[in-house]
């Protein structure tokens, strides 16, 4: 597919509730730790990226991984991942992309603006969410 018939399109994820201290970051093309950053009082944690989105949507991009034919996903490494090592934390969350809807893909393609995903940082347990998260909400923000 052609770069001309792709648009790009600003994402966000912002992790709310993060467990304090604890070290998150984007996982980079080469897989190491992009953007790494921490919560101090518990505020939210901000990711923003760009992706390529093409007919279908296809999604593609340096954040971009992607599981068969249709799933596409971005990770966000916790402590260790993140660059870390003293972290007792070796994980990742996942969070899917594939799933936004053509409505908030059209309307951030033709506004610039930007789509941001939140989700919840903590666990049940008191620990750094992982593995596949829902989103609690997806929606378009200004930059």
């Known amino acids: 597919m052609a770069k001309t018939d792709q648009s790009v399109i600003n994402l966000r994820i912002t992790i709310e509730q993060p467990v304090i201290g604890v070290l998150h970051s984007l996982q ?10 921490s919560s101090r009082k518990g505020e939210a944690l901000v990711f923003d ?10 999604f593609f991009g340096d954040q971009v991984r992607r599981e068969g034919p249709a799933r596409r996903f971005v990770y966000i490494r ?4 993140a660059g870390d090592p003293s972290s007792p934390w070796s994980r990742r969350m996942k969070i899917d992309i594939h799933d936004i809807g ?3 893909l059209d309307r951030a393609a033709n506004s610039g603006k930007v789509i941001e995903t939140t989700i919840i940082g903590t666990d049940r347990n008191g620990t750094p969410t992982y593995a596949t998260v829902r989103p609690t909400g997806r929606r378009i923000v200004g930059r």
């Open 28 to 37: 980079a093309k080469d897989d190491s730790p992009l953007d790494p950053k």
């Open 49 to 58: 990226f760009q992706v390529r989105v093409g007919p279908g949507p296809k």
């Open 78 to 81: 916790i402590g260790q991942l």
């Open 102 to 104: 053509n409505d908030l």
